[in-house]
């Protein structure tokens, strides 16, 4: 076979291991464990890496595994999964007889938390004594301390080759245990084991030579480092010159060397590590390329690289080996067979928006905002009961109208798919033009491409009617008419815009721009706005901005707030407006006149009840879904989307 991404698709050598393409997983941990004292694993769990070995991927890497009882970060995220006990094998073997059955090779990340697995009450062992930002006792390790740690990581990896992993992944990045004795902004000791790099290094040829002796020269050894930490002004971390020169030591003694970026301890530095939206796909492609040039050993880069054409390239210029993806996969398990096959037009494409890991790596049920299978795998799994072909009728050509139309027809009903407007889109609409959406505006014309090779019979400027209905006499509707701006009662408010019209480009924006309501939207808005060089006040009634968004996005917004100086001012009512003016009364009660070229208003907004109450007897059979039933973030729309078609 030719293929389109000859580089991608072609074969390498890891240590003994034959790779069948350069696209390899990304280390993603075992999110779903059942609350129980042992841990234990689930049929969610199988099914997640099941997915990413029969879409193709090279190397499956579980991620996250825990070595030593000392390290587990259950206080900063879900419970990990604790390869240090043999009680982790026998769910362990399940797992890799599935990542084989497709034939991709398993892998596993070794870790531990280090400082980020001391929280109030738990102590952790670490680099030196300390107290915790999360508040909790890290405990400096001596050398029988240290000496008990390095046998774990050998110890783990011989549970992990009893379990069927072909190779093993060491972390040695992002702030973890052997990140932070690399790192000089957290290693100060004065030992054998501080001070120069050699020293800083030592525990991790320590550990490298510890997994060898338990299981053998010939068992591929995989190190994830971090190239440079990327901290903030003033914290010396490591630079990309010290992370050549541990790629040097490394070169020849592990088999593949996993180049990322940045620290899990700053969020300015976390964004490097798990890139955002707000920075260029492919971020830390530089870092592998400045160590390639010094080593024979093959060279992994990663940092949200989700289009194979630029995978491609990136392999062909010499800058890296090997590409590993993340959350590319999670959005599409499938995307390497659909590039290997062509059709990369298929590949469902990554928001960057961590709904994922924002929202599973804390509440431990990792979901997708644009893969409605993601914690679900029973859908992708099981056989899905035969269904009698039926018409289906939608109001709504926005996202979730979008996926129901598609998995209904995938289904083998017979689509309508009605929109008001002359374009498909619904609210993502908004996304044309800015330049971090640019994830949002991909996904929105991947759908209508979708649709596009389909049958749908797509109706534009068609608004669904009780005579529409009649008149296509469906044997089902689902409204996804979504939801409108609510309209704050604000004296003089119709001299504003919404913030939805000045996103479909209703309105010129000027140069100072003042936005009422500090939620996500109105907290995106400014930073567009900033961006592009305008100046954005926001003002906002409570105390908190941008309360809706998940953990790791709203550290990413809170870099580029921090980056441009937005003027955010909480606890602010906006009491009237003028043509040009805001009066505002903030908390102590003093007023305030605010001068602005434009003024928009993002405080929220409401379900089309009235629209969806005068279509709900029109059909027998009757659905609605997304911002008309409640509004919320995309991934409510789409999976309601997905839910309806298969309900019927």
Same mark, same amino acid.
């Given at each position: 076979m030719v293929h389109t991404y000859s580089h991608l698709f072609s074969p390498i050598k890891v240590g003994n291991l034959t790779l069948k393409n350069r696209?390899?997983?990304?280390?993603? +941990?075992?999110?779903?464990?059942?609350?129980?004292?042992?841990?234990?694993?689930?049929?969610?769990?199988? $099914?997640? &890496?099941?997915?990413?070995?029969? $879409?193709g991927a090279a190397i499956i890497t579980i991620g996250d595994s825990i070595v030593h009882r000392t390290g587990n970060a259950d206080g900063f995220n879900t419970p990990k999964n604790m390869i240090c006990s043999v009680d982790s094998i026998p769910f362990l073997v399940d797992v890799t007889d599935e990542i084989h059955r497709y034939g991709a090779y398993a892998n596993i990340e070794l870790n531990h938390g280090g400082i980020r697995a001391a929280w109030p009450g738990i102590d952790s062992w670490g680099v030196e004594n300390c107290i915790a930002p999360s508040g909790g006792k890290v405990i400096g390790m001596n050398e029988e301390m240290i000496a008990e740690i390095v046998e774990a990581f050998g110890s783990s990896a011989e549970n992990a080759k009893k379990a069927g992993f072909d190779m093993v992944m060491i972390h040695a990045g992002h702030s973890w245990l052997l990140g932070q004795f690399l790192s000089p902004a957290t290693n100060h000791r004065t030992d054998r084991f501080g001070g120069s790099l050699e020293n800083r290094a030592r525990i991790l040829f320590m550990v490298i030579d510890s997994v060898r002796k338990h299981c053998g020269n010939k068992f591929p050894i995989e190190i994830r480092m971090s190239a440079a930490e990327c901290m903030p002004e003033g914290i010396n971390g490591i630079e990309l010159n010290e992370g050549i020169e541990l790629a040097k030591m490394l070169d020849g003694k592990v088999d593949l060397i996993h180049v990322s970026a940045g620290s899990t301890l700053y969020p300015s530095s976390e964004v490097i590590t798990h890139p +955002?939206?707000?920075?260029?796909?492919?971020?830390?492609?530089k870092y592998a390329k400045a160590i390639k040039t010094y080593v024979k050993t093959p060279v992994v880069t990663v940092g949200t690289i989700s289009d194979p054409t630029m995978m491609d390239k990136i392999i062909a210029s010499?800058?890296?080996?090997i590409i590993a993806v993340g959350r590319g996969l999670i959005a599409d398990p499938d995307m390497p067979e659909k590039a290997r096959h062509g059709h990369a037009e298929d590949i469902r494409p990554c928001l960057r928006c961590f709904h994922c890991i924002g929202h599973g790596g804390w509440n431990g049920e990792l979901r997708c905002s644009v893969n409605p299978t993601i914690g679900r795998p029973w859908e992708f799994l099981l056989p899905r009961k035969e269904t009698t072909p039926k018409t289906l009728l939608i109001a709504g050509g926005g996202p $979730?109208?979008?996926e129901a139309a598609l998995t209904a027809y995938n289904q083998g009903h017979k689509v309508v798919l009605c929109e008001k407007e002359n374009v498909l889109g619904g609210t993502i609409r908004y996304s044309e033009g800015i330049d971090f959406k640019i994830d949002l505006w991909n996904y929105l014309n991947y759908l209508i491409d979708q649709i596009k090779k389909t049958d749908i019979d797509v109706r534009l400027n068609t608004k669904v009617t009780k005579e529409l209905v009649q008149q296509i006499s469906p044997n089902c509707l689902i409204v996804a008419i979504g939801a409108k701006p609510i309209i704050p009662p604000i004296q003089g408010v119709e001299k504003a815009t919404s913030l939805l019209d000045a996103h479909l480009r209703k309105v010129p924006i000027g140069d100072r721009v003042i936005i009422i309501g500090g939620g996500l939207a109105g907290i995106e808005a400014a930073i567009n706005y900033a961006r592009q060089g305008k100046t954005p006040i926001v003002l906002e009634m409570g105390d908190k901005y941008a309360?809706?968004?998940?953990?790791?996005?709203r550290w990413a917004i809170e870099v580029e707030i921090e980056k441009y100086n937005i003027d955010i001012r909480l606890n602010t009512k906006c009491v009237a407006i003028e043509n040009n003016s805001v009066d505002c009364e903030n908390i102590s009660g003093e007023c305030i006149t605010l001068q602005?070229?434009?003024?928009? &208003?993002?405080? $929220? +907004?409401?379900?089309?009840e009235k629209e969806v109450e005068e279509l709900r007897d029109s059909c027998e059979e009757f659905q609605w879904i997304g911002d008309c039933r409640k509004p919320g973030q995309i991934i409510g729309a789409v999976r309601g989307g997905f839910d309806a078609a298969l309900n019927i």
């Open positions: 696209l390899i997983s990304s280390p993603i +941990s075992l999110f779903d464990l059942e609350r129980t004292p042992e841990h234990r694993r689930s049929f969610n769990d199988l $099914g997640f &890496y099941k997915q990413r070995a029969q $879409g +955002s939206q707000f920075v260029e796909h492919g971020i830390n492609v010499g800058a890296a080996d $979730g109208g979008m309360p809706e968004s998940n953990t790791m996005h602005g070229d434009t003024i928009l &208003y993002a405080v $929220g +907004s409401c379900a089309r």
